[in-house]
């Protein structure tokens, strides 16, 4: 048995506010549209994928689905879903029809195993099925701005997706409905006859409509992930100079500090602690010392690419703490400073950013003004 999904993804999605359209918005630095479809790629009962896209989103779309398997070419979408939705089933048809298909909002990317195998399985018994949820709420009316009359909730019930159907029944449903104007697939299967079964939805498989549900989104996927603490130590001593680079702050003083970069103690640390937490060696590694296109190189350098990682890795960078040892120059005139130029480079706000100094009173060679040590503390969250 052959099962496709269908997924309309043609959509302009106004509401999300100005960007890209919705579903090709970022999540965790995952469009919403891989999401998706790898969703019903990663299911064993989907054989294959057609996604229905607009025609400006060529590039877009590209970009979104490298890499997924089970993808036929996309198609081009209508003026409307229903138009698209049609556009989409032809494609199908045109590929070799399958004999079930699920058509899927592509900006419902949190859909569930679970709910898929079910909507397929309901297609044993029924002609069609929908994702659904029962209203529990209370339900009014409004009326100018002002709440009205009470609505029965008996028997209501929030339409989802997946709606899935016999290929060729929706396709003849679509077909004949050309023209007319449906809220969605279970309509026009209604409208031609068809009795579609409620399937149990899922309240994560919400669909991401304004600014507001993408920031749900975030925050779903960070609650889903864990917490990693990276940890980093750096040493330089001192040298001729006239100044210092710290936490990529220049700081006149009576000596320099001696490394193959700037030496800038506070971001190597840094940054090997969040190479730490992700589990990716450390700034040797990927900045050799050997290597003379790092002499005298900028420290923001080795953090930015520290930080490139960890979004790379689906991690954000929750915190970052970072101590300075030693006994001059003074470092709390320039904390603030330093605090900004660390979350600039990391791209995180000042708050989540900690710079202090401490000295070892005067004991070992940061005491004898020898050199400059710094510890740090990194958190990162992955989604």
Known sequence: MKVAALIVAAGRGSRAGPGAPKQYRLLAGVPVLRRTLAAFADHPGISSILTVIHPDD????????????????????????QASVLAGLEALAAEGAPDRVLIHDAARPFVSAGLISDCIGALDRHEGALAALAVTDTVRRGVCGMAGDTIPRDGLWR???????????????????????????????????MEVALVEGDENNFKITSAADIDRAERMLMQSGETRTGMGYDVHSFGPGDHVWLCGVQIPHDAGLVGHSDADAGLHALTDAILGALGAGDIGQHFPPS?????????????????????????????????????????????????????????????????????????????????????????????
């Open 291 to 383: 290597d003379p296109q790092w002499k005298g190189a900028a420290s923001d350098i080795f953090l930015a690419h520290a930080a490139e990682l960890a979004a790379k890795a689906g991690a954000v960078i929750s915190n970052v703490d970072v101590t300075l040892i030693l006994e001059a120059p003074k470092i709390s005139p320039h904390t603030d400073r330093m605090r900004e130029r660390v979350a600039d480079i990391l791209g995180i706000a000042r708050e989540r950013v900690s710079v202090k100094a401490t000295t070892t009173e005067k004991l070992g060679f940061t005491g004898r003004r020898e050199g400059v040590a710094a510890q740090a503390v990194a958190t990162l969250r992955f989604r």
């Open 159 to 193: 339409a989802q997706t997946p709606q899935a159907f016999h290929f060729d029944a929706i396709l003849a449903a679509h077909r004949q409905a050309a023209g007319a104007d449906y809220t969605d697939d279970v309509a026009v299967a209604a409208a031609s006859g």
């Open 58 to 81: 060529e590039a877009a779309y590209g970009e979104a689905s490298a890499g997924v398997p089970k993808l036929l070419p996309a198609t081009h979408g209508g003026v409307t879903r």
